[in-house]
């Protein structure tokens, strides 16, 4: 079975200083990984992912994440935060073949101070 | 393309009445899915549907049914609501069930008394 740890319910920070959300999975077999991006009273959206090849993957907001398949990690990074990156994130893996199963972490919540 | 609606936004329900929680998209995507979010717990799925005419159970299935009525529509049951079940409940599709993306609704919010 997946699971996925995201220790940090909230992370506070100032505008324009760099974060990191932290995001650990468990598994016994291959997986795919996921950041998906929550903002207030909407669904989820795909921010990013990793399915195979380069272990660093970035989206078109500035954020990039880096698949350790060593540590069993996927923490998303942003240089310089932006008001507006204020949401709640989540980690999510799934197996890369048989039964389908799609694991979601509980999310961090990331606040961006003026 | 309007993507994946839900309905209704908001209900209020008491304990032991029922309730049809309605989904479609027009991304022609094969496959669809129920999951409720509640504090702390990130999401949980409750059923899935990998293709029209199937459904299968997820993580949390008790308490609900599932109709995939067409390729478009993907509807979840409450027969006798109970407080456990206040959440707020999504739903997603895919163009298939390994295609990984998932797009979601904008959710609702139950509330059971």
């Known amino acids: 079975a997946q699971s996925v740890t995201q220790l940090d319910s909230q992370v506070p920070v100032f505008e324009e200083a760099p974060v990191e959300l932290r995001c650990n999975y468990s598994s016994s077999v291959s997986v795919y990984l996921f950041w998906y991006v929550q903002y207030p009273n909407q669904g989820l959206q795909l921010l990013l992912k990793?399915?195979?090849?380069?272990?660093l993957v970035e989206s078109i907001n500035g954020f990039e994440a880096e698949f350790n398949k060593s540590q069993t990690s996927f923490h998303l990074r942003k240089p310089s935060v932006h008001i507006s990156d204020t949401a709640e994130y989540f980690c999510a893996v799934t197996r890369t073949s048989g039964t389908y199963k799609y694991i979601f972490g509980t999310g961090t919540r990331l606040k961006v101070l003026a | 393309n309007a993507g994946v609606t839900q309905t209704p936004k908001f209900q209020v329900l008491k304990t032991g009445q029922s309730m049809t929680l309605q989904c479609a998209q027009d991304?022609?995507?094969?496959?669809m899915y129920w999951y409720r979010q509640d504090p702390g717990m990130g999401l949980r799925l409750i059923y899935y549907?990998?293709?029209?005419?199937?459904?299968d159970k997820g993580e949390v299935p008790n308490g609900y049914n599932v109709s995939r009525l067409n390729k478009r529509e993907f509807s979840l049951r409450l027969e006798s609501a109970a407080p456990s079940q206040t959440s707020v409940y999504f739903c997603a599709s895919s163009v298939a069930v390994l295609s990984y993306e998932q797009y979601f609704g904008p959710g609702t919010r139950l509330t059971v008394t």
């Open positions: 990793y399915l195979s090849g380069s272990t």
């Open positions: 991304m022609n995507h094969n496959s």
């Open positions: 549907s990998a293709s029209e005419g199937t459904t």
